[in-house]
Structure formats: structure tokens, C-alpha cells
């Protein structure tokens, strides 16, 4: 059965410090891995998709990598604003995205 | 800029009404989804589509029915509503399956809906 776990449920951290989000997933045939950010009453935004191990994507202060077994949301000296919900969603050989239940990043001035 | 319609961000329904939850796109997307979000237990697909006409249920499609007239509209309705489906419900849609796609699934803003 394909599975996905993120760590930590919740992370607080204070402006400019430095750290990651882990994604670990069993999925058959992995055809991608999504990461979307989700705010407070909003549905999730598309963030990157990485398709093979060794990949990264980098986007202002998040960078995402991927193993064959796990998924890493790096963020470098967040900002208050960078607070919100982080999904992950690999999707497998039924093509349907499978999601996390993700990691609410609060990141304190 | 594609786009994903809630019709509502926020209903109040009382217990036993059927409710309608609407969803649009302008993407001409084949497949729709719908899902309900709730602490702790992250999303949770309750049925999808993928063509007009057509559907497949999803993990928890109990207490739940779709319809699909037109290929941007995609419907949810709660028959009979009770308490525990207090949730927020997000719709999405994506490229058809396999078509591959770099941005996965496109979401609506979600519908809190509570059952009193």
C-alpha cells in the first residue's frame, strides 16, 4: 500500500534559522513528487515537482530534494511570511496524487 | 491565470438538508477531484472524475455523491448532512491521467462547511 509520512507535525522557528521538512514515502512506480504550501483557509499552492533521485528544485529560500526513498523542503533564513501548512504528494502508478497529512511551518520575528 | 471555483468559502447547513458544493475550471482539465480536509488527518479524496459522465470513488465516497454534466463543472452533494461531515472540502483538477503534468493537481480556495 503506498504510504507518506512528513516530519516533523509542526516546527517553529525563529526568523533565519535555518531547517528541513522531511517527506518519506513508499510508492509503487513513483512518477513525481509534488510539494504544495497551504496557507490558513485557502487551498494548497503548487510549490515544485521532483521526478528523479538526485533532483533539485530551488525557489527563493526553499530548495527540494529528492532520494528514492525521501523527499527534503530545506528553508535558509525563512521569514515570517514563509509560515504556513507543507504538503507533499507523490504520485505513484495510479497517477492520483497521494498526500501527506504535512508539517505547519511557523517561523516567529 | 488558471483558475479553480468554490462557489462558497463558507457554509452553515443543518442537519439532514442536502447540499450542493459547486466547483468550476478554466483550464479544460479532464480530471476533478474532490476532498475533505481535516486536522490530523490531512486530505482525503471522497470521489473523482475523469471525463464527463463518469467517476470513480475515492477513499471515503459514504454519505457522498457527484455529478459531472459539463467537462469544467464538478459537483459534490452531501444526500443527508450530518455533524461529522464538518469540513473544509477542496476541489481540484489536473491534465488526464497519464499525462504527465509539472504542477500535479490545481486547487480551489475550499469550502468550510459546518453541519449544525
Known amino acids: 500500500e503506498d504510504q507518506v509520512t512528513q516530519s516533523p507535525e509542526a516546527l517553529r522557528l525563529q526568523e533565519g534559522e535555518s531547517s528541513s521538512l522531511n517527506c518519506s514515502y513508499t510508492?509503487?512506480?513513483?512518477?513525481?513528487l509534488f510539494w504544495y504550501r497551504q496557507d490558513p483557509g485557502k487551498g494548497p499552492e503548487f510549490l515544485f515537482t521532483l521526478y528523479s533521485a538526485g533532483e533539485e528544485k530551488e525557489k527563493e529560500r526553499l530548495k527540494a530534494t529528492l532520494t528514492k526513498k525521501e523527499s527534503f523542503l530545506h528553508i535558509t533564513a525563512p521569514k515570517p511570511e514563509d509560515s504556513a501548512t507543507y504538503l507533499c504528494a507523490p504520485r505513484g502508478a495510479t497517477n492520483k496524487l497521494i498526500f501527506g497529512t504535512g508539517t505547519l511551518l511557523a517561523v516567529q520575528p | 491565470d488558471v483558475k479553480v471555483t468554490q462557489s462558497s468559502r463558507y457554509l452553515v447547513k443543518r442537519t439532514g438538508e442536502k447540499v450542493f458544493l459547486e466547483c468550476v475550471q478554466d483550464m479544460d482539465h479532464e480530471n476533478m477531484f474532490w476532498y475533505r480536509q481535516d486536522p490530523g488527518l490531512g486530505l482525503r479524496l471522497i470521489y473523482f472524475?475523469?471525463?464527463?459522465?463518469?467517476?470513480e470513488k475515492g477513499d471515503i465516497p459514504e454519505g457522498y455523491s457527484v455529478s459531472r454534466e459539463k467537462k469544467e463543472r464538478f459537483s459534490l452533494i452531501l444526500e443527508s448532512a450530518s455533524t461529522n461531515q464538518t469540513s473544509m472540502y477542496l476541489c481540484a483538477s489536473s491534465l488526464r491521467l497519464g499525462r504527465l503534468s509539472n504542477y500535479g493537481y490545481t486547487f480551489g480556495s475550499g469550502t468550510r462547511l459546518t453541519v449544525v
Open positions: 510508492v509503487s512506480g513513483l512518477r513525481g
Open positions: 472524475s475523469y471525463d464527463v459522465k463518469m467517476k
